[in-house]
């Protein structure tokens, strides 16, 4: 792509546009305004959806990327703009969701004098950004903006910012757009080494107890399909990660279940239990391993993994495979034994059995006056037949959601992980409904995160989003009440939490709206939600005092995970 | 020289990075969010032109380094990055030492204690000298020990820089990570 004599701002439209951009979240303001001037010449070719708050742009951008598998853009001002970005940028940085920031900045005569709203972007985004880079004149912008698509979406994924200065969007040159293929200095991703492959595929055909670990590795590469073949040839137990889920569907035989803190009992326990261990696209994150120590010490471990610094970081690995987890394992199918192990599936189905009595059947029994949790996700999911996209916030209603929707189609999960934000999940939904309006979006969120980013129902109203939105209402910070009531003798210190009537709230923003808060009208009121062409607001009346289990306490091992 | 808390090794990480703004702010990051003082640290250029060279002295355990010079090889500007012990490194520090002149007149025992020590004075001014000692950290402090004395009006030393015993080129390595990559 080519244009004489324009504008760095409309150099920034232009090269969004020939990386094919089609929607950018974002928020105006002074050091960004000759950007969004472009915009608006563009504005039939590039939407951009106005947020209420910046933090709402970077989580929509990580709901787009996460359900169109490239990276969403969001766009701030300066200073508070940008800053305002940061949470987001972190979440995104430690689930490597990829998103390309775009931040204005003052003008470069004026970079540390601290100008109006000057902050150091740069500074403060470079621990959470796989790249950032401060374009000054006008003549970097194509350049700077076609590394950023490449960085972010190479290899194992991140956000990358641009901070553009004032002076170079409305700095006049000739635009000439290349995309970037290769950077010297970077190598995103290595060949499959066939040598560790054998390997690995020779410790896994003498295994008698092998187990697959799939995270947000087997997402990305949209390796679902390999997974799945896998784990029939070879006949292994596949568990997956939080963000792994709905990378394998919920029915099938060969999976068991969801690993972590509040996840299942079996693959919990079994992971000690197990002679290889086979991670797949994950991370060996704490709330996966619980204490290191006492995390699979009898297994080997084959570590498939595109990121070499993931490798032997928390978990030393017996065969390490760096590489795309759908390229390694196209390479590790031929070599695998047609293999069954029905004693070993069999300790899966005990631990499961164990789990639907003393965790699930609890869960689901409607033994209180308000519904559980569990019972509106049980119920959720199965009107939905587990096909809709599910964006979760952080806390209980996340875990219940996590535990209990059956997801039965890929790209569907939509939570945030390693950064557990609060918040995250309206305006991720919002982002995953604009990039899959296809597919039925439901945002599951607690009282306490909704309240964080509910301003996001503007957008909503405003580009008539048809998000579901699902507060599961308990009056409390479920969560760390749990903790509280667990290991801080009940003392409830700051959980209780008034909130205001939702319902109304909804309303104001023009978005039809119920409160639910029986059992009697749960189902229907829930297919009101879904059959619903405009986005729609539910809130359920949720038990108080729930809390999840199986819980693995924080520095305790995978084996004491508790039932009870 | 600071001394080693159980389980930590000395370790010298040598980094090849691309010349670009805010790399040295990338890679000090990777220390201070695991709290790892840096010893020493030295920067510049290297007879590729726009390849810089970091010499980072830092402490850590044996079990650790690799991680973190992962972390660092990981950045995007970064080219390659090695960590060594010091047996596998020839490493050198510069010291400068600015005396009284006064301290030479009238007795040869700094005189003698520059050549003891293979010390040489680069810069003689009326007020003052300036003795320029290479070495390793104990060596340029024993000269400083000893001239200390005598009046040491300034002294400066430099960060560590060091040259590794294995005899592999970063071009080799460059060419290897290349033929590994998948791009």
């Known amino acids: ?564 | 020289m600071q001394a080693l808390e159980e389980n930590q090794q000395r370790y010298t990480v040598s980094i090849f990075t691309e010349d670009k703004v805010g790399l040295l702010s990338r890679i000090t990051a990777i220390f201070t969010r695991r709290k790892i003082n840096v010893d020493s640290l030295t920067v510049s250029e290297t007879e590729n032109k726009g390849i810089s060279r970091f010499t980072v002295v830092i402490r850590t355990a044996p079990d650790r380094i690799g991680v973190i010079v992962r972390q660092i090889e990981k950045q995007v500007e970064v080219l390659k990055a090695f960590y060594y012990n010091d047996e596998q490194i020839v490493y050198q520090e510069l010291a400068l030492y600015k005396m009284p002149t006064e301290a030479f007149a009238g007795s040869q025992v700094v005189e003698k204690i520059i050549r003891d020590n293979y010390a040489r004075v680069i810069t003689i001014e009326p007020e003052f000298i300036v003795i320029e000692k290479t070495g390793h950290e104990e060596e340029t402090m024993k000269l400083f020990n000893e001239l200390k004395p005598y009046g040491v009006l300034s002294f400066v030393r430099s960060g560590r820089i060091a040259i590794a015993k294995p005899m592999k080129l970063l071009k080799v390595h460059l060419e290897e990570l290349e033929n590994i990559s998948a791009f």
Request: glycine share 8%; with cysteine; charged share 20%.
């Open chain 1, 1 to 564: 792509m080519e244009k004489k004599g324009i504008s760095g701002a409309e150099a920034v439209v232009l090269s969004l546009l020939a990386e094919g951009v089609e929607c950018v979240f974002g928020y105006p303001g002074g050091a960004i305004m000759p950007v969004y001037d472009a915009l608006y010449d563009y504005r039939d070719r590039l939407q951009h959806f106005l947020v209420r708050h910046e933090q709402g742009a970077a989580h929509a951008a990580q709901g787009y990327a996460r359900v169109q598998r490239r990276a969403g853009v969001c766009m701030a001002t300066s200073g508070p703009g940008a800053t305002n970005l940061i949470t987001g940028i972190a979440d995104a940085m430690i689930d490597s969701t990829p998103i390309v920031c775009i931040t204005g900045q003052v003008g470069k005569h004026l970079l540390g004098t601290d100008a109006f709203q000057e902050t150091d972007v740069i500074g403060i985004s470079m621990p959470i950004t796989k790249w950032n880079y401060q374009v000054t004149r006008a003549e970097e912008i194509p350049e700077a903006i076609a590394k950023a698509f490449y960085i972010a979406q190479s290899g194992r994924p991140g956000p990358v910012l641009i901070d553009i200065t004032k002076n170079a969007q409305t700095e006049f040159f000739d635009f000439q757009y290349r995309k970037c293929t290769k950077i010297r200095s970077y190598f995103p991703k290595r060949k499959v080494d066939l040598s560790s492959v054998e390997r690995a595929a020779d410790l896994i055909n003498n295994a008698e107890r092998p187990f697959m670990l799939i995270g947000q590795g087997v997402v990305l590469s949209g390796a679902q399909a390999e997974v799945k073949e896998m784990a029939e040839k070879a006949g292994i137990p596949v568990a997956s990660t939080l963000l792994g889920l709905s990378a394998m569907s919920v029915h099938h035989p060969q999976y068991v279940g969801y690993l972590g803190m509040h996840g299942n009992y079996g693959p919990n326990v079994l992971t000690n239990e197990c002679d290889v261990l086979i991670a797949v696209g994950m991370r060996f994150d704490d709330r996966v391993t619980g204490r290191l120590d006492g995390y699979a010490k009898q297994a080997k471990v084959i570590h498939i993994e595109i990121d070499p610094a993931e490798i032997d970081k928390n978990v030393k690995t017996e065969v390490a495979v760096v590489a795309d987890a759908k390229e390694a394992l196209q390479a590790l199918l031929p070599l695998l034994e047609v293999k069954r192990y029905p004693e070993w599936m069999a300790k899966f189905k005990e631990c499961d059995a164990t789990e639907r009595e003393k965790v699930i059947l609890k869960d689901f029994a409607p033994t209180t006056s308000l519904p559980k949790m569990a019972e509106v996700i049980h119920m959720l999911s199965q009107l939905t037949q587990g096909k809709a996209i599910i964006a979760t916030d952080v806390g209980q209603h996340q875990m219940m959601a996590t535990r209990y929707y059956e997801f039965d189609e890929p790209y569907s999960n939509i939570t945030s992980g390693g950064l557990g934000t609060m918040g995250f999940c309206l305006p991720a939904a919002i982002g995953a409904k604009v990039g899959r309006p296809d597919r039925q979006v439901v945002a599951v969120v607690g009282d306490g995160g909704f309240q964080m980013t509910l301003q996001e129902l503007g957008v909503i109203m405003q580009y008539n989003i048809p998000v579901k939105i699902l507060v599961l209402n308990n009056n409390f910070l479920g969560m760390v009440r749990q903790w509280q009531q667990l290991f801080f003798d009940r003392r409830y210190s700051s959980v209780d939490i008034q909130n205001p009537d939702f319902v109304k709230l909804a309303e104001s923003y023009y978005i039809p709206a119920r409160r639910v808060d029986n059992r009697e009208e749960l189902g229907e009121a829930l297919e009101e939600m879904l059959n619903s062409q405009s986005a729609y607001f539910l809130e359920v009346m949720v038990e108080k005092e729930d809390n999840v289990f199986p819980m693995v306490p924080a520095g305790a091992s995978v084996a004491e995970i508790r039932l009870e």
